[in-house]
């Protein structure tokens, strides 16, 4: 996954070269922001869950999906959301139709694997009868292997971290309250 740090360290730069501040990600405002934890905890027990596990892995990587995409609707406002979220369907249609998340072999020995393809609990080969094998994890990557899903989720987190850091700060950062005609002086 060194790659999303790659991409989030691209959009950062890319805020600086904009004119943004780093500041600003100190005060964005994701609403439901721990659906997320819970989203990548799912993922990270799927992971660690033996190959003969495969059934219970598939289910709880797609009902990870379901926290991910309500935090994107809750904050579908912001740019980049949509096509994070558009990332996150493409992802969870492939797992869904294939019974975990194809991979090409050919990609994984491109991305510097070597020998023999091991595949998780949540990963199946791509073969002739995968559905939609445009989807799966077919991008090679040094050390990775990633879908166009994936390609999309980082880009709309690039687009909403560069767009947060180019915000104007708000005046009152805090919410502080003031007292109506409290400046004019009485």
Known sequence: MLWILLVLAIAI??????????????????????LLLVG??????????????????V????????PLILVVWLNRQYS??????IGILMNFTVIALNGGMPVMEEAVH???????????AKH???TDTTRLPFL????PLPGSVISMGDVFLAIGVGVFLEDQMRR??????HKVQGMPGSAAGS
């Open 13 to 34: 730069v890319v805020g600086f070269l904009r004119g943004g501040k780093l500041r600003n990600l100190t005060e964005i405002r994701v609403r439901g922001w721990w």
């Open 40 to 57: 990548f905890g799912l993922q990270i027990v799927a992971g660690f869950l033996p190959v003969d596990s495969r059934n219970l892995a």
């Open 59 to 66: 289910v709880l990587v797609l009902v990870s999906y379901l």
């Open 80 to 85: 980049g959301m949509w096509i994070a979220g």
């Open 110 to 120: 491109l991305a510097g694997g070597s020998g023999e393809l091991v595949l998780n």
């Open 124 to 126: 199946v080969l791509l």
């Open 136 to 139: 799966a994890d077919i991008i």
């Open 168 to 173: 104007p700060v708000p005046l009152f950062r």
